[in-house]
């Protein structure tokens, strides 16, 4: 197809699209997992399986027609870190003040003295309800809250190892 110099050729894809992309899933056998707004766990395939028995994958097709992104999405998934160091971890925020550094630093050096597993607490974040299926019954949780879980920090390794 031939144009004119003076004619625009505009090409565009979601953001979720753009952001396997951009995170190199670009050919089958990667796997990426992306923290935005949304969690969302995706992986790159040369033919369409659409999951109609559990209901649970998206499956778009990459911008590359060759490919398919079948992928796992938590709606608000990614926001759920932000709403746990608002409501839990006001001691970390001003300790992050005082020291110039971010909360979110504050916490990550504290989850990583927390064994993987948090001893066996779970977080399922679907805080706004779960997104896809969509079940507007099924709310967030934290499972396997015990007496051994002393600090608000070991939420957060169950929270960040979903």
Known sequence: MRTESRNAIVVGAGDA???FIGSGLVEPSILID????ASILAYCVEDYRPDIKN??????????LNYWYPHAY?????LCLRWF????AAEEKEESREKGVSTYYLLDEMAAKIAPGSDGLVFLPH???RTYPVEGKVK?????????????VEIVVAANSQ
Not at 140 to 152: C, E, L, Q
């Open 17 to 19: 699209i753009v952001s």
């Open 34 to 37: 992306l923290a935005g707004t």
């Open 55 to 64: 209901k649970t994958l998206l499956f778009p097709r990459s911008v590359d």
């Open 74 to 78: 938590i709606g608000g998934g990614g």
């Open 85 to 88: 160091r608002d409501t839990f």
């Open 127 to 129: 805080l706004a309800s």
């Open 140 to 152: 967030g949780t934290w499972i396997g809250f015990s007496w051994s879980h002393k600090k608000a």
